[in-house]
């Protein structure tokens, strides 16, 4: 892939009624706009609104499409607001503000002349702060896909955000309209019926799309080259909800594996799964019904299985309805794993059990003769939601993710899940593979570290699952993101290449892209690529090697 010029910087002007949003409806994202909101609305009400526009017309605002009434709106719109006092809105977190590209980066040290092609990394950037009474969280904010480019011994960089319905219907009425986390009890009215998406957790690349992804609704498409937002992507119709933002890549079929959690709306307990050929063709698509609806972020698959993991992260939506928590942690009802052959059907899911665990990522899985192996960061509870009784779990309870193996084992007679700390010293979490290797055995694993307890990272882990040796990397000066290998070449040994890490200067405040030598990470980065500006921290991204 080759850069292509955009022709400004900066944030894009207002839509217009002759620039309408790209997305409106999720159903007719490949629509003419205009037409879907005609769908949306009788078009004599359209009509008047655009009669009222040029100020021929009066019409009762409320009965417009969003898109009309934000526009009705801006004539008389206020500034925007600054931003909350809240933790995820400062330091290394705090919203951008801007796109903009930079065609060749500063570059400190030596940039190997075999690190040829591009990589991805989505994270939030919100253009507004939350609305009024609203508290703004981390998974909340709008999708900035960040692109570098390395070629020639240059590194070239550009950020656009994803041009969801959300940010198209926010960006034209100058605040945020949708609740935090898409809260329909804070969300403007204009915005009831309307997707929410923010398109802000990984960025793939599989059958020639570049799709950014959240976990709660579909695809975003976008061109790799310019970051253009092409639309909603659905396989043509054939999914209606939710994404995993962390599907896998069967490198030897060129299979994508994905699963989609409370498949069959908000608090239900299905789990679907679908596979995607190497071309991008829907070839799967079956529905699992798990013990009981709970927070997934990530899931298992090897070679011949897909597995499930339910853990006790429970959503209820009874207990939400009569005024309690929606969610929350309730260890008592322990782990659940469904293991599902990748060739067979709902029927044929087998469940195991296990202790009460908590986990964002895994590192891989993989078959050992009747097992299924798990290496994954983990830990014994979570606060990412209170317990029934509305505390929160503690450090003693085992909130510190730790880099950890579980073992199914298929054959036996037990239903359970053996585990094995495999560094329960050092906390860990962003973990990554050489990708290649997903669903087979790997011997290397790569993390993003902390010498505290608290996700503060702050070292570059790389283990060497054979010999049980960890290589460290971290001089204090950063705060790191996930890091991704970029191989040396497409048929380079599993681990020969590169670790890209995106990493926060704390001396100077600004970001910088880290190259590290993947077989010697104590060395530290062998270049940096110095950005003029921070980049909010993000959550995931992927290398997709030149040709």
């Known amino acids: 892939m080759t850069a292509s010029p955009v022709p400004s910087a900066g944030l894009q002007p207002l839509p217009s009624v002759s620039a309408a949003p790209t997305a409106l409806k999720r159903v007719e ?19 008047l609104a655009m009669a009222d526009l040029t100020g021929n017309a009066q019409i009762d605002p409320g009965l417009l499409h969003p898109y009309f009434r934000t526009l009705l709106n801006s004539r008389s719109a206020s500034m925007t607001q600054p931003f909350p006092d809240n933790v995820f809105l400062q ?14 980066l500063v570059i400190e040290g030596e940039l190997p002349a075999d690190l040829q092609g591009v990589y991805f990394r989505n994270g939030p950037d919100p253009l507004y702060p939350p609305r009024d ?13 960040q692109r570098f480019e390395f070629a020639d011994g240059r590194v070239s960089w550009k950020n656009r955000w994803v041009r969801t319905e959300k940010y198209e219907l926010e960006r034209a009425a100058g605040e945020s309209l949708f609740g935090v986390l898409g809260n329909p009890m804070k969300a403007d009215p204009s915005v009831a019926e309307e997707h929410y998406n923010t398109a802000n957790t990984h960025i793939v690349w599989h059958g020639n799309r570049l799709m950014a992804l959240m976990e709660g609704t579909i695809a975003v498409e976008l061109e790799p080259d310019t970051l253009k937002t092409v639309g909603n992507f659905d396989y043509d119709g054939q999914i209606d909800g939710p994404i995993t933002a962390h599907p896998k890549f069967d490198h030897a079929s060129g299979e994508m594996v994905f699963f989609g959690n409370q498949a069959k709306g908000p608090f239900s307990e299905f789990l679907r799964l679908n596979i995607a050929d190497r071309n991008g063709k829907l070839i799967k698509n079956e529905m699992i019904e ?10 298992f698959v090897t070679e011949r299985y897909v597995v499930f993991p339910v ?4 959503f209820n939506l009874e207990r939400a309805m009569a005024g309690g928590l929606p969610m929350a942690w309730e260890p008592d009802r322990g782990a659940h794993f469904g293991v599902m052959p990748r060739d067979g059907t709902a029927a044929d899911v087998r469940w195991f059990d296990m202790e009460a665990r908590w986990s964002f990522h895994m590192v891989n899985a ?10 994954i960061c983990a830990s014994n509870a979570t606060q990412f939601a209170p317990k029934l009784d509305g505390t929160m779990a503690d450090n003693s309870e085992g909130l510190s993710p730790s880099l950890r193996r579980w073992t199914i084992d298929l054959a036996g007679g037990g239903k359970s899940v053996t585990e094995e700390i495999l560094d329960g010293d050092t906390t ?3 973990p990554r593979t050489d990708d290649r290797y997903m669903t087979r055995q790997h011997r290397h694993a790569y993390l993003a570290g902390s010498t505290e307890q608290q996700l503060i990272f702050n070292q570059i882990l790389h283990y060497d699952m054979h010999s049980g040796s960890c290589q460290r990397w971290g001089d204090g000066s950063y705060l790191f993101g996930e890091p991704v290998l970029a191989p040396r070449s497409a048929d380079a040994d599993e681990g020969d290449g590169y670790l890209l890490n995106l990493a926060y200067n704390k001396g100077t405040g600004l970001s910088e892209m880290l190259v590290l030598d993947a ?9 940096r690529a110095h950005l003029p500006l921070r980049i909010p921290a993000g959550f995931h991204g992927s290398w997709v090697g030149a040709g």
């Open 29 to 47: 994202h490949n629509t003419d706009v205009l037409g879907a909101i005609l769908n949306y609305t009788e078009q004599r009400i359209a009509a």
């Open 519 to 527: 077989a010697d990470v104590e060395r530290g980065p062998v270049c």
């Open 91 to 104: 330091g290394p977190m705090a919203p951008s503000g801007i796109e903009c590209d930079a065609p060749d």
């Open 133 to 145: 009474g609203d508290e703004y969280h981390w998974f909340h904010g709008d999708g900035m896909i």
């Open 428 to 430: 860990g979490e962003f």
């Open 366 to 375: 993989w078959e050992e003769g009747n097992n299924i192996v798990v290496d």
């Open 290 to 299: 798990a013990p009981f609806p709970s927070f997934a972020h990530d899931f």
């Open 311 to 314: 853990y006790p992260l429970v």
